[in-house]
């Protein structure tokens, strides 16, 4: 069969008829594999010196133009040594529309269609070079069918603006990410694909892997293991809802407000396990996590991170976190406890010389917190639940803790003679979430020298902050203002102030007293203390970090809301 012109017009509509189709509809079995199958002339020999086919296909919104270029051997199809060396026998070039976004396409084939073929097991090579949209996929290895590629197999090269937009083209549930880039093999059988990524940069994160998805069943699993050197948590900024590279919005607030994608946590089940050796908090002000191991499974709409063990600065995180997409509005929830994380390491402090760390010691805590909404921003907006920690062995800078109380006369002297480290008795706090708003009960820092105390509310719904830090000292002080710190505003633009009510008044007696003698204008300013002020509250501290120390039983399971 030759043809110095040959051209097509191919067509699909919405409801399935195709003109490509011949005889009856096929019928597929429980592995989606045709149990009727229409048989084909065999052709010898095949030549189309110029090919041009304009496909349409409603369903998948695809508008393409091809050209293609087909030689053929004495035998079409055949395993011999014309189906695997020597020049191409088809070259194709494609461009158009598909799903709202442009491709292009190019595509050569060491052996001609299948479809002209009675060797239904005749693999040929194949490579592929194509563009979609801002993703490119580079595909070197075999095949048996070369224009659907149902049993193929090669090394692959993928790139795109997201790992979202990249699944959403092979029917995959894969969360949003920054551009990446993904290099690897596969192996595909029917409806069974097998991927092997050998080296996949997403941002700034280095990671690998081995998944198994299987497209045959009623829901498509995803199965397999990821694993890596490093992942910046920056890089799954927008599957969030947040952006890469600056989180703040136009309206001056931070936290995401991007709406989920729950229909396509629906459309698919997985179950991975992860095991990555280094997780960067996209903060210089905290230690990573090395290494972040954990279970991920989706059922149903539901997904489930568990088994979460995670180490950093000598201690460990455990627990679990759900989001359940079933409804309108996702439910999330989570149960995570810490143990042992060492302040000094796990916060970054930058000191001049040898200075000692602001602060240090063994923190552990839990938190059991539920939200739901539609975005980061409205789960968090309708948080629910406790949080608790406390510092063991802990120190303090003694300077911070003058600077806080506003002792001007022991801080001016540490300032001369050095900075030193003040032990902690007891280090305590409480905080509940209610609908978003976030009050400590209790949160008490006890030192041989003051009681730091802290209240107010942190609040998720508009993102404001009213903190009152106050400092009440065991000691006698000859020069302090002794005011409270208030911590106010957005989130994005928070401000330290002091208590003007308290301050105006030592300042305006000091400034009367000195009229009369200026030796009495001290007097406002000293503090003897308040021992039984500080005594009350080392004596709650100590009961609360009596209960938070206690270990938990058992981690308990993460149950959604009905």
């Known amino acids: 069969l030759s043809a110095a012109t040959l051209n097509a017009e191919l067509e699909r509509r919405r409801d399935g008829r195709a003109t490509w189709q011949f005889g009856p509809p096929a019928e597929q079995d429980r592995d989606g594999n045709n149990t009727i199958r229409v048989r084909l002339p065999s052709v010898g020999t095949l030549r189309v010196d110029k090919g041009n086919v304009h496909w349409t296909d409603q369903g998948n919104d695809a508008d393409i133009q091809a050209q293609f270029l087909l030689t053929s051997a004495d035998t079409v199809g055949s395993n011999g040594p014309d189906a695997t060396a020597g020049s191409p026998r088809l070259r194709l070039t494609a461009h158009g529309r598909l799903r709202k976004l442009p491709l292009t396409l190019e595509l050569q084939a060491h052996g001609a269609l299948p479809l002209l073929s009675d060797d239904t097991h005749a693999a040929t090579l194949l490579r592929i070079n194509g563009h979609w949209g801002s993703s490119t996929l580079e595909f070197d290895g075999k095949a048996v069918d070369v224009l659907r590629a149902s049993e193929a197999s090669g090394r692959f090269l993928l790139t795109g603006p997201s ?50 998805y299987d497209a045959s069943a009623p829901t498509p699993v995803l199965s397999g293991r990821l694993t890596g050197a490093r992942l910046f948590l920056s890089d799954l900024a927008p599957a969030v809802g947040a952006t890469p590279a600056a989180q703040k919005r136009s309206s001056g607030k931070v936290l995401p407000d991007r709406h989920f994608d729950l229909p396509s946590l629906r459309a698919m089940r997985a179950n991975v396990l992860i095991d990555v050796q280094k997780v960067d908090l996209n903060t210089d002000l905290l230690e990573p996590l090395r290494p972040l191991r954990a279970h991920l499974m989706l059922t149903d709409g539901v997904l489930r991170i ?21 409804q309108e509005q996702a439910i999330w929830a989570s149960d995570l406890r810490w143990r042992g994380v060492e302040l000094a390491d796990w916060i970054h402090q930058k000191r001049a010389g040898t200075a000692v760390p602001y602060i240090s010691g063994k923190l552990t805590g839990s938190a059991q917190w539920t939200g739901k909404g539609q975005s980061t921003a409205q789960i968090l907006g309708s948080l629910n639940g406790p949080m608790r920690f406390f510092l063991r062995d802990g120190q303090v800078s003694h300077l911070a803790v003058e600077i806080a109380g506003i002792d001007l006369f022991q801080g001016l002297g540490l300032l001369i003679k050095g900075d030193e480290s003040l032990a902690i008795r007891c280090a305590a706090a409480q905080m509940v979430a209610t609908n978003g708003v976030i009050r400590p009960t209790v949160f008490v820092v006890d030192t041989d020298d003051s009681v730091v105390a802290v209240d107010g509310s942190v609040s998720l719904v508009d993102e404001t ?98």
């Open 163 to 212: 790992l979202a937009a990249v699944g959403d083209t092979f029917g995959v549930t894969l969360p949003s990410t920054t551009e990446f880039r993904a290099v690897g093999r596969l192996v595909r059988r029917g409806q069974q694909w097998q991927v092997a990524v050998d080296d996949a940069t997403v941002g700034t994160s280095k990671l690998k892997g081995a998944f198994r």
């Open 465 to 562: 902050l009213d903190l009152r830090l106050v400092v009440t000292p065991k000691d006698f002080s000859l020069l302090t203002l002794r005011s409270p710190l208030r911590v106010r505003g957005q989130f994005a633009d928070p401000k330290v102030s002091l208590d003007s009510s308290v301050v105006g008044a030592k300042v305006a007696s000091s400034v009367l007293l000195g009229l009369i003698n200026p030796l009495a204008a001290l007097i406002p300013l000293i503090d003897p203390g308040d021992a039984s002020a500080t005594t009350d509250a080392t004596a709650g501290c100590r009961a609360l970090a009596k209960r938070i120390a206690k270990p938990p039983a058992s981690s308990r399971r993460v149950q959604p809301d009905r």
């Open 306 to 326: 568990e088994s979460i063990d995670a180490r950093t600065a000598q201690g460990s995180l455990q627990g679990s976190m759900q989001l359940d997409g079933r």
